[in-house]
């Protein structure tokens, strides 16, 4: 740990990472937004750090980079026949910029992957994550302290819970894992445990069942990917790309706003998402090859009127802004080519995942890291929300730095 302090004082980019990993938690508590100026901070400061001493690379392979290069070039011609081409071109602008901050935060971690072990990182991210947790605890507890200094005053609570919280809490589920890895690496794997109990109960006293259900498919599902083993890694990327391909014909018929309606037991915001889901597949089919164009979510015919049913009278617009699934948003605005680059992308992910060469429980981890990002990415946020793809390109930088064997020992140089 001395060493790395003293590493610490020459590499700004060592202390961009730790100032990322104690700010991401503490500041999305505040504004999930923040988190986008934070990494672009980061990546300047990072970056001219390398270039000053010669050092960064380009971070991804060459098929990677076609396949991103092709989204956002998809997206920009996608303009032609968008229902806005101002929108569809402001799209495809910021999916540009979203990626080019992300491969140059990767390059970042890939080079300090070569230059040091992972303790003051992962210990910065300990720290965030703690104090995370305690404004979790407190706001709820105690007539809500930390939302008062940001909305002015205590927010009313209804049946959703303190949903306000409930993006903060996301970042916290995703980020929890490849910190459960690196105290498991340090020998700590009992206090990782104790982290993700406390943010199981803190997600429950928000109320906030998205999450719940996130962890508790991570409980489920850590026995079978443990036993696969690096069987694992192809079988989740088959069956992420059958979800996404699959989406707009298979949820609408499980999830039909219909049958859940009458049902009490059922929240209210929950059927509204099925409304959403069906609005949006429906859609989808109309223009599967191509798509409607980049951003064309936002201004679909017939977005902004609003579901009803007999059972919960109003629920609210048919489209808002993004459909909470990424894969039915792709495909509704970029079509097939988009779809597949999407289904592509993720499984390069996992292929490159499985190169990390994690042994024991920490492959299993590693795994529901990613599964969470994809599971909330599929029922709850926009996937071209800049401080989504921020996160999900932070838990790649921190998946590389955090999630990894240690080096085997140095051998004795003769004499």
Same mark, same amino acid.
């Given at each position: 740990m001395n060493s790395q302090l003293k590493y610490l004082k020459t590499n700004l980019t060592l202390l961009v990472f730790c100032a990322l990993a104690v700010l991401v938690p503490m500041t999305a508590f505040f504004s999930t937004r923040a988190v986008v100026p934070l990494t672009i901070l980061a990546v300047l400061v990072g970056t001219f750090d390398q270039i000053r001493r010669r050092e960064w690379r380009f971070p991804i392979d060459a098929m990677t980079a076609i396949l991103l290069g =092709?989204?956002?070039?998809?997206?920009?011609?996608? =303009? =032609?026949?968008? !229902?806005?081409?101002? !929108?569809?071109?402001?799209?495809?602008?910021? #999916?540009?910029g979203n990626v080019t901050i992300g491969i140059l935060l990767l390059g970042l971690a890939l080079k300090l992957r070569d230059e040091f072990q992972p303790k003051l990182l992962g210990y910065a991210l300990t720290v965030g994550m703690v104090i995370a947790l305690s404004a979790l605890?407190?706001?709820?507890?105690? *007539?809500?302290?930390?939302?008062?200094? /940001? %909305?002015?005053?205590?927010?009313? /609570? *209804?049946? #959703?819970?303190? %949903?306000?919280? *409930?993006?903060?809490?996301? #970042?916290?589920?995703?980020?929890?894992?490849?910190?459960? /890895?690196?105290?498991?690496?340090?020998?700590? !794997?009992?206090?990782?445990? /104790?982290?993700?109990a406390w943010l199981t109960w803190v997600t429950h006293l928000i109320g906030f069942n998205t999450g719940l259900v996130v962890i508790g498919i991570s409980a489920v599902l850590f026995i079978p990917l443990l036993l696969l083993r690096a069987r694992a890694f192809a079988i989740l990327s088959v069956l992420v790309a059958a979800a996404i391909f699959l989406s707009p014909f298979v949820l609408p018929r499980v999830f039909d706003p219909v049958v859940y309606a009458p049902m009490e037991a059922v929240p209210k915001p929950l059927v509204h998402r099925m409304y959403i889901w069906k609005f949006a597949s429906g859609r989808l089919l109309e223009k599967p090859f191509v798509g409607w164009g980049m951003n064309a979510a936002r201004v679909i015919p017939g977005g902004k009127e609003r579901a009803t049913d007999k059972f919960r009278a109003s629920y609210g617009e048919f489209l808002p802004l993004h459909p909470h699934n990424a894969g039915l948003q792709i495909w509704l605005e970029l079509g097939i080519p988009g779809t597949l680059a999407f289904a592509a992308l993720l499984a390069i992910l996992l292929q490159r995942a499985r190169a990390l060469g994690l042994a024991g429980v920490a492959a299993p981890f590693l795994l529901l890291q990613f599964l969470s990002a994809f599971l909330f990415s599929e029922v709850s946020f926009g996937i071209w929300q800049s401080w989504w793809q921020a996160v999900l390109w932070i838990n790649i930088a921190l998946a590389v730095l955090l999630c990894r064997p240690p080096p085997a020992p140095e051998r004795a140089q003769p004499g």
């Open positions: =092709a989204v956002v070039l998809w997206a920009l011609i996608s =303009a =032609a026949w968008a !229902l806005d081409s101002f !929108l569809a071109f402001r799209g495809a602008g910021k #999916i540009l605890t407190i706001d709820p507890l105690f *007539n809500q302290p930390f939302s008062a200094l /940001v %909305y002015g005053g205590p927010i009313s /609570v *209804n049946a #959703i819970g303190l %949903y306000w919280l *409930n993006a903060s809490t996301a #970042i916290l589920i995703v980020l929890v894992w490849p910190l459960i /890895v690196f105290l498991k690496g340090e020998k700590k !794997l009992f206090w990782g445990l /104790v982290i993700l």
